[in-house]
């Protein structure tokens, strides 16, 4: 919404709603405005949001899934184990596995979509996840294990995340790549593409 200099941004999911604005007093009213038609619950200060926890400072605000991660890591049983140093092998063959389907899949599904949500904050792990992904319809144990190495690689930092700079000047930059036949198991090409938000990498 907007109306001269003052704008106003709502976000809705279900029954929760993040207010965000330029103008204090116009986020008060909006607020006192809703409050007449529904019976709402003001939690102040934007903290934490559908796992996403956030911080402020002068530099700007900080989101991360910490929590998230870590009940990812307690759930999995890998609260003990010792964290991997990367969250993939090099030059994996996890399309080419012949290893014994799962005799569930639903465990390693659950574990893969929650894994899909942590990019939200932590982009940079978008093609592990990726690559995870790709064997939702019959997962073997090869992949189921290498999406426990994913986890397992969680633990060194689980609480990654974005600073969303309070210098942006708001402006999407993006960069894209291609490597023809780069893919060294079907030879298609791979693309690559990093999207940042002012100096904030976001996808």
Known sequence: MR??????????????LIVAGNDSSAIQQFK??????????????????????VARSSKGFFLCQRKYALDIITEAGLLEAKP???????NHRLAL?????LADPEPYRCLVGRLI????TRPKLSYCIHILSQFMQHPREEHWQAALRFV???KQHPGQGILLSSACDLCLHAWCDADWA???????????WLIFLGVSPIS
């Open 117 to 120: 949500y942590l990019c939200f």
């Open 84 to 90: 991997a140093r990367v969250p993939m092998e090099k």
């Open 3 to 16: 109306k001269g200099d003052i704008h106003l941004s709502v976000l809705v999911y279900v029954d929760d």
């Open 182 to 192: 780069g893919c060294p198991l079907t030879r298609r090409s791979l693309t690559v």
């Open 97 to 101: 596995s012949t290893s014994q389907l």
């Open 152 to 154: 397992c690689y969680l």
């Open 32 to 53: 006192a405005y809703l409050s007449t038609y529904f019976l709402m619950k003001d939690l102040g200060v934007l903290k934490y949001f559908l796992g996403v926890e």
